[in-house]
């Protein structure tokens, strides 16, 4: 399948590289944060400058939007996490979790989970604010978070190349996957909640297969160098992976088949390694963001 890929909007103004996206409470706005502690909203629909939202002393891995409570999730290194309003740009609380890096958040319910460099995951009860449940099955770091609401499980991808697979209830090990040949970067379900699908350090792409006891399914050798982030298009057919060799490739999610290579000689993407993406349901544009302190959203046309 043919697909045309055009550049629409890039976006300036971080001091540092940028490791973290998510998306606000409109189709067409979008946050960032970076390793210059800045957090900032953007908007798809009029380009331009972006809003500062927050100041941070410290680098930004992880960011995660609440959209019932149309709230924000800072993580901040060796300090912890901060909800933010960002539409008064006010910090409503933060909550000292861990001395080192936290990489990841995703949420489940009432529950935020948190995922830290010394290994453990924070599972944080959104109401009270507190820690709920604090999980240690590994000595690395926990770097990144998928949660399967079909399946009632959460997948943690670890820094001693496991994915390790629990249940959303009780938080209890339900699987241990020895997955890639070191640090596992990130994590995602199919949006049909069937297939694990993950990347990291060792430059693969693999497959997992959910109700077989995430039996491997496929391997693919995406990347020269390591996958940083994977991101499914809202209508769940396609796949976008993100990595340090400085592209985006672009899969077919069923066939699993390599359909387009965004890099710089080809369509002015990233010059350095790309960090992070986000498939957004506007137009549904795919924006990037990487060590070049540059956003770039993505126009793509499959014929």
């Not at 998306?23 to 909203?41: E, K, N, Q, R, T």
Request: proline share 3%.
């Amino acid at each position: 399948m043919p697909v045309q890929v055009f550049k629409k909007n890039t976006f300036t103004g971080h001091r540092g590289s940028i490791y973290a996206l998510q998306p606000a409470d409109l189709p067409h706005l979008f946050f960032s944060a970076g390793g210059d502690g800045l957090v900032a909203l953007w908007n798809l629909e009029t380009g331009g400058d972006g809003q500062l939202v927050a100041q941070l002393p410290n680098s930004i891995y992880a960011l995660h939007f609440l959209p019932n409570r149309n709230l924000l999730i800072a993580g901040q290194n060796y300090s912890g996490i901060h909800l933010i309003d960002y539409q008064n740009k006010k910090e409503l609380a933060s909550l000292h979790l861990t001395a080192s890096a936290i990489f990841d958040i995703q949420s489940f319910q009432n529950d935020l989970i948190v995922a830290s460099g010394d290994g453990s995951v924070s599972v944080v009860d959104l109401n009270q604010w507190v820690v709920k449940k604090k999980i240690q099955a590994s000595e690395r770091s926990a770097r990144c978070l998928a949660v399967n609401v079909a399946s009632g499980e959460v997948a943690v991808g670890y820094s001693d190349a496991c994915i390790r697979i629990f249940d959303l209830n009780q938080y209890t090990l339900k699987e241990t996957i020895n997955a890639h040949r070191n640090s596992v970067f990130t994590v995602n379900y199919s949006p049909d909640g069937q297939f694990l699908f993950s990347g990291g350090r060792d430059a693969r792409l693999k497959i997992w297969e959910v109700p077989d006891h995430y039996n491997s399914s496929e391997e693919i050798a995406a990347h020269l160098y390591a996958i940083n982030h994977l991101a499914f298009s809202p209508d769940g057919r396609y796949l976008a992976t993100a990595s340090m060799d400085k592209s985006v490739k672009v899969w077919s999610t069923p066939e699993r088949k390599l359909l387009k290579v965004i890099d710089k000689g080809r369509h002015a993407g990233h010059g350095t390694s790309v960090n992070k993406l986000l498939w957004t349901p506007f137009n549904q544009q795919l924006v990037s963001a990487g060590d070049d302190r540059i956003i770039s959203a993505w126009d793509l046309l499959f014929l």
